[in-house]
């Protein structure tokens, strides 16, 4: 007596479709985005000015409604510690240098 192994057919490309955003709706984050940074620019400006010289390529997460910042040397030890004060908001995590930014491209 034979035993026949079912044949399974290989799950090809992504298990998730893509999404698939119209114009508008990218314009939209787009404007979204570009406010939500317009509103911590400042914060992060101001912070950054001051900390520079001794906290030099630490992170900060800024949480704009409140104007409340979080300092660490890692990026996830600030972003946790804003998200314990502040759970349901979004923060803007960015290093503390010239630029904002870790690197160059």
């Known amino acids: 007596m034979t035993t026949s192994k079912p044949t399974r057919t290989a799950r090809r490309g992504r298990i998730f479709p893509e999404i698939q955003w ?35 390529n630490w992170f900060v997460a800024v949480e704009p409604d409140s104007g409340d910042y979080f300092v660490d040397k890692d990026l996830e030890l600030a972003s946790l510690r804003c998200l314990e004060q502040h759970p349901t908001k ?14 160059t491209i």
Do not use: M
């Open 22 to 56: 119209t114009e508008e709706q990218f314009a939209k984050w787009e404007a979204e985005r570009e406010e939500f940074y317009q509103r911590c620019k400042p914060i992060f400006d101001k912070v950054s000015s001051e900390l520079i010289e001794t906290h030099y």
């Open 90 to 103: 979004i923060h803007y995590s960015c290093r503390i240098n010239e630029t904002g930014v870790c690197g």
